[in-house]
């Protein structure tokens, strides 16, 4: 079964640190990248950061560059959102996220086709 499970939200104040994580099976875990998009209420898909299997590329939105950092344990078949410095506008519903197509990888709305997981709440208080 194809399946994200992501892990890790909460709420925290404005300059704070949480770490998601998302745990993949099935085809996800053999996508050639995978990684984090954000939606918050009244806002469109924001893609946060994704990671590249063979080698651990990783690539960042610009507004979190700097304070979030994207890993993988291929071992755990796991991946980790590392979020520090939080913001109030970093306050979203998360989602890990995996593309079918290889690809997909290289596009800027690269978490628009393939797996979602449900989904974990962040909320930055200021």
């Known amino acids: 079964q194809d399946q994200l499970v992501e892990s890790g939200g909460g709420s925290v104040q404005a300059g704070g640190s949480l770490r998601l994580s998302c745990t993949a099976s099935?085809?996800?875990?053999?996508?050639?990248?995978w990684g984090w998009f954000r939606q918050a209420p009244g806002k469109e898909r924001e893609g946060v950061a994704r990671?590249?299997?063979?080698?651990?590329?990783?690539y960042y939105a610009d507004s979190v560059k700097g304070r979030f950092t994207i890993s993988q344990d291929n071992a755990k078949k796991t991946q980790y959102l590392q979020m520090n410095s939080l913001k109030a506008e970093d306050t979203a519903m998360y989602y890990c996220?995996?593309?079918?197509?290889?690809?997909?990888?290289?596009?800027?709305?690269?978490?628009?086709?393939?797996?979602w997981g449900q989904g974990t709440q962040v909320t930055v208080s200021s």
């Open positions: 099935g085809y996800t875990y053999s996508a050639y990248c």
């Open positions: 990671i590249f299997r063979g080698d651990g590329s990783a």
């Open positions: 996220a995996a593309p079918r197509n290889k690809l997909d990888c290289y596009s800027a709305s690269w978490f628009d086709r393939g797996s």
